[in-house]
């Protein structure tokens, strides 16, 4: 009898607990739709070109133009600051809707160039290998350059930061990159990752170099288009899990 609780009962429990546990098989559907309806719209607001302005041929021409236009402060991408907080409401209505953590746990996989969310119904790892059904998004990712020495690091981390409208600061100029400037290099929104409560300078982030998603060509950090970093920003919390896994 002891043994048949240990091999079958328990189990059994444990795996109905898991399936009760988080977002039902339909919630994942009707969010995978709202993504989609979020998503056409930034589309047909050219979402990347309001964040970059620029192919990255002009990016170079006009770089000192660029840094004039920080430092004599008249530099304000409107088009932006409008698009951040059109997604900022529609998370707003989605989290209440829900009433709870849309993305549990972010996969980023190496290997694939891919990043996939999941929600909190049973581990990472089930999720990832086996559970289609639990899978909420999967967007296409850059990665750190290997040939450099700044491949991204395989590992476990957190979400210890996530940063609404990111700037940059660029101490050897002294100069404030505002948001949505064309020299910003975090593109539309940034989630920092930390590790045994440490900030490991490592970030999820947009980027103005659409051209360089698919590749290995960061410093380590995890770039996604602006469409897709917008849209998690909104589905996941501080401190849930980042994974990087090769296989």
């Known amino acids: ?61 006009d770089f ?64 990832y290998w086996t559970n289609e059904s639990k899978l909420i998004y999967k967007s296409t990712i850059a990665i750190g ?21 990111p700037e940059i600061y660029w101490k050897q100029r002294e100069l404030k990159m505002p948001y949505g400037h064309l020299v910003n290099s975090f593109g539309a929104r940034k989630l920092d990752l930390w590790k045994d409560g440490e900030y490991t300078l490592y970030t999820c982030h947009g980027t103005n170099a659409t051209t360089s998603i698919g590749k290995h060509i960061s410093l380590g950090c995890i770039r996604f288009h602006n469409i897709d970093v917008l849209v998690l920003y909104e589905l996941v919390e501080e401190n849930k899990t980042v994974v990087v896994v090769k296989e």
């Not at 098989?25 to 930034?42: A, F, G, M, P, W």
């Open 1 to 61: 009898m002891k043994r048949f609780i240990k091999l079958f009962l328990i189990p059994a429990l444990f795996i109905t607990y898991i399936q009760s546990y988080g977002l039902s098989i339909q919630e994942v559907k009707e969010i995978r739709c709202e993504i989609n309806y979020i998503k056409t719209i930034l589309k047909l607001k050219n979402v990347e070109e309001i964040y970059t302005s620029y192919s990255e041929d002009e990016i170079i021409k």
């Open 64 to 127: 000192n133009k660029a840094l004039i236009d920080i430092k004599e402060d008249n530099y304000y991408n409107s088009g932006a600051h409008k698009i951040s907080d059109l997604v900022n409401k529609w998370g707003e209505r989605i989290r209440e809707r829900y009433n709870e953590i849309i993305v549990d746990s972010i996969v980023i996989d190496l290997s694939e160039n891919m990043s996939y969310w999941f929600n909190n119904s049973g581990s990472i790892y089930t999720s």
């Open 145 to 165: 350059d290997e040939e450099i020495g700044r491949g991204t690091k395989i590992d476990k981390y957190v979400i210890g930061e996530k940063v609404l409208k």
